[in-house]
Structures are given as C-alpha cells and as structure tokens.
C-alpha cells in the first residue's frame, strides 16, 4: 500500500495567505458550507457501529451563543459504553498490530490527503465551535495534517532495523511493538491538531484506541472520525464516546486501558497521573501515562532588546487564539531600564487588535471558550489590580452575544502575584519589572511550570545564558514563544507543564510503544 509519496521528505503544510483574494474567497465559501451545517447530531461510534443516547448535550459557539454547531449523545449517562468502546479496542488490537508499519503509515498519508484537500472546510468548523480567527484554525489544520505525514515517516523509521551490538553465534534483534489500547483525550484549544495527532500517534504505532474529545470541541473530532472511516481504518481501531468527566474516568481506571494519552489542566492531569497508578483487579501492566498540562510562559526582554520586534512578538504570542494556548505569553518579564519604551510600544499594537466575530477576515481576537473561563478570566483581572498591578489596555468582558473579554495587559504584577503565578488561559498579560537579567531569569524560572519561554537580547551571552539556565521544554531566542512546527519545535515542558513528551519529535513515537530484544543462537 506503500506510495512513492510517503517516502518524500517531511516539509510543515504551507500556512494560507488570506491576503490573496482567491484564498479569502475560499474560506468564505467553506464558512458558508459549515454554517448551513450547523446544528446536526452526530453519533457515539463503537467498532464502527453508530450509537445515539437518549440524553443529549449541544456544543455553542462561543462567539454567538444562538449558534448550535453538533449535537451529541451524554456518554456519561450510559456506564457500559467505555466497557463496550475498551473491548472493541482490546479485539482489534489482536489484528491491527500485526498490520505492516508501512501499511498503518498509509491511513494517516491518506487521511492527510484528505484533509489537505478540504483544509478550509476543517478551519471553519474550528471558527465555528471554538471561535478561531481565520489564520489560527488554518494553523490548526495545517499542524494536525503535518502530525499525519511526520509520525507516518517516523514510524517506516522505527519499524527498521534497530542497531544492536553483534554478538558471536547469535543472531540479535531489537524491535518496537506496540503497547494496546489507550484512552486519548484531547483539549479543546487545538481540537482538530492535538485531537488527531495524539490519536494517530497511537494508531500509526500499532495500537487502538478510545478517543474522548473535549465537550467544549466535539464536533471537529466527529468530522476526524467521517475521515477515519472514509480512508477504510478497521472498526474498533478508533472508537468516540463523547460525554464528560465520568466518561474520561471510567477510561483512565479501566484495568484493560494500557496507556492514557492526555492533554489539558495541570489540576486534571495530575488526578489522571495518580489513578493511572493504581493497579486494579485484573490489570496486568503499568499504565504509561503520556501528559502535556499547562504553563506559565513568560517573554524575558532585555534592555539591550529590539524593541519593535520583542513587542511585535509579545502582543502575537499573548493574545493569539484569545490567550488559550499552553504555549501563550501571560507574563511579559522587561528590564525596569526599558520598560517604559517597550510598554508603549505593547499596548500601542494591543489596542490596534480587532475583537469581533472569527467568521470575520480582519478579526484578531475572538471569544473565550465559554461562560465558566469568561466568568474566571474577569475575576483573576479584578484580583491582579487588588493586588497592586495596573490596567493598561482592555480590561472589560462582554457575554451578551458571546464570551468576548477585550485583550488585557496587567502592568507592575509583582514576582509571585496570583496573575503572575496562575494559569489564566485567556487574553490577559502581566508585565513584571526586573532590575536585571539575572533577576529577570530568577523570576522566568519562579513558576510550577515549565513549558514555553522566550528571551529578546542582542547579547549572545545572555542568549547563551538563557539555553543553559531558563528551564522550560521550548526556549525561544529573539522570537515569540507560540508557533512550534512540527519537526522543527518538538514541543513539550518540564515540572508541572507535563511528562515532557515532545509531541512532533523524533522520539514521541516511543511514548506508545515498548522495546523487545531476541537474541536466537546459531
């Protein structure tokens, strides 16, 4: 089944130029397809069979909540569907693991193609049921192709030939199998990139698995699963349940759930870490747990720093996708000799974004998930001014359409303050003044987290510096700290920010699969 094409190099999916007429043309065009869409139910599918409940959840567009975009099955309200979704999984391994590397690579070459060639139709659904601006759903779709082809080549390469040392009168080999059936779930900030490269990560590698999609983005997963069963995958390779908490829980805690794939909350990947840990009756492993939590990136700018492009970067880096990004800038640490000059230059490009609809060409920032973060998001900005710090741009929610909090800057946060310690996930930036680069440093690397950082310097000493010192998994020197390419960043954080799995590596592959060495005498 093996093309000549999947033995071309790895290249990252082009981004599209939406200044070009014909491009915005297309995605108005793909807009108007999935708006007229809207509101349909799609099924739980179990070893291909399609299930409906008759308890229903809807997923709202954040943007505007009239707008239904799927209604699905509450998979909480039925206890025998993990039960039922596992052991489907469980009799399809039996066979999927035998399929040749080549030919599993195969499915995700031809599920690349395909979302490749509806790439707008995919970014809309993403304006839609997560409010995406145009260029971030396009970056979504294009990383989530990219995780296609890069972890299909990567496995033709682990299915090699492992180098050993030659041993006289035996022939020696070391090989990569797959470890069973998994519990893959996603989050909703990168729904259709992290749902599909976290699930055929898994699959390419010879195993099945159990996918459950965040409640706020189940309507991308269900399009994924069309294209799952168009490109011919076996049943019961991928099986979707949508529901909530009790459905991921029975998932983590089943004794026949090998590994558990999951992205999201520190709080919720710790609880899954230490379920994950308890053996239950009739398990016979130890789970694998593979976890990328949050952070608390920050941007460190010295005052030897270029100004006009630290700032450029800073506003991209904090407010793309409304802030809700693991990978986002929320804090902005600058050297109180350049604080001044760089915080004009900050809120000046802030207050140029345009907050309105993401069905909008020219929108840059859009609505938050949904009530629960625009309630939270409000209530961290009104306790960063308690605690001393001062509002410089934005400030001020709106839910009366959808959940729109304008982007905010948070000025003189002080080291350690709530804002500058705490997750927020939304378009809210504290700015802390350090003395130097050295306390500049210290504070970077005064957070639980580890996963993003970025420092601007014209000094290759300090640049230098900040590889050695400034812990986090992605360091980014002169430049923002989003945008990881696949192959290029492979991405993943340290301490609380997760199990460092390095998603889009060389090596993240081997998070699903287990070494066999077999030496036979000759």
């Avoid at 920032?365 to 001393?388: H, W």
């Avoid at 290029?488 to 889009?504: L, Q, R």
Wanted: proline share 4%.
């Amino acid at each position: 089944m093996q093309t000549q094409r999947t033995l071309d190099e790895f290249r990252n999916e082009p981004f599209i130029d939406f200044s070009k007429p014909e491009n915005a043309q297309a995605m108005r065009d793909a807009l108007a397809k999935v708006k007229s869409e809207l509101g349909r139910e799609y099924p739980i599918v179990i070893n291909g069979e399609k299930i409906t409940l008759e308890d229903k959840f809807e997923s709202i567009s954040p943007s505007d909540r009239s707008q239904v975009v799927g209604v699905f099955s509450e998979g909480d309200t039925d206890t025998d569907l993990v039960e039922k979704a596992i052991d489907a999984a469980t009799e399809a391994f039996k066979s999927w693991r035998n399929v040749p590397a080549a030919e599993r690579a195969e499915y995700l070459f031809k599920i690349a193609a395909i979302m490749r060639e509806r790439k707008h139709e995919f970014s809309a659904w993403m304006v839609f049921e997560v409010s995406k601006t145009w260029a971030e759903a396009d970056g979504d779709t294009a990383e989530a192709i990219d995780f296609c082809e890069f972890y299909g080549r990567e496995m033709l390469r682990w299915s090699q030939e492992q180098p050993v040392t030659p041993y006289p009168g035996e022939k020696n080999i070391f090989e990569y199998i797959p470890l069973g059936v998994g519990a893959v779930i996603p989050p909703w900030n990168f729904p259709l990139a992290i749902m599909a490269g976290m699930t055929l990560a898994a699959v390419v590698t010879g195993n099945t698995v159990v996918l459950k999609p965040s409640s706020d983005s189940p309507t991308i997963a269900a399009k994924f699963m069309e294209v799952v069963e168009e490109v011919g995958l076996p049943p019961g390779v991928v099986n979707f349940i949508s529901g909530s908490a009790a459905t991921g829980e029975a998932m983590v805690t089943h004794p026949k759930t090998r590994f558990i794939s999951f992205t999201g909350s520190k709080g919720v990947g710790l609880h899954i870490n230490e379920e994950a840990a308890k053996a239950r009756e009739g398990q016979i492993w130890i789970k694998r747990v593979v976890a990328e939590m949050g952070g608390k990136d920050a941007i460190v700018v010295a005052d030897d720093a270029d100004l006009d492009s630290a700032a450029t970067g800073i506003v991209q880096a904090a407010f793309g996708f409304q802030g809700q990004k693991c990978s986002a800038c929320s804090r902005l640490i600058v050297d109180e000799k350049v604080h001044d000059e760089l915080m004009a230059k900050v809120v000046e490009l802030t207050k140029k974004l345009n907050l309105g609809q993401p069905t909008e060409g020219d929108t840059n920032v859009a609505a938050v998930i949904n009530k629960r973060s625009f309630d939270k998001t409000l209530g961290y900005i009104e306790k960063g001014v308690a605690e001393g710090g001062t509002i410089v741009a934005g400030g001020k929610g709106d839910d009366s359409k959808g959940f729109f909090i304008e982007p905010t800057i948070i000025d003189n946060v002080a080291p350690g303050a709530t804002v500058e310690q705490e997750e927020i996930f939304a378009p809210v930036l504290a700015v802390i003044k350090a003395r130097d680069f050295d306390h500049a440093l210290e504070i970077a690397n005064g957070t639980e987290f580890g996963l993003t950082g970025a420092l601007y310097s014209a000094s290759q000493e300090r640049l230098d510096r900040a590889r050695r010192d400034f812990h986090v998994g992605n360091l980014y020197l002169n430049r923002k700290c989003t945008g990881a390419l696949v192959g290029v960043h492979p991405f993943g954080g340290f301490n609380m920010s997760g199990t460092d799995s390095k998603a889009g590596g060389r090596e993240y592959l081997l998070q699903f699969m287990q070494g066999k060495s077999t030496a036979q005498k000759i």
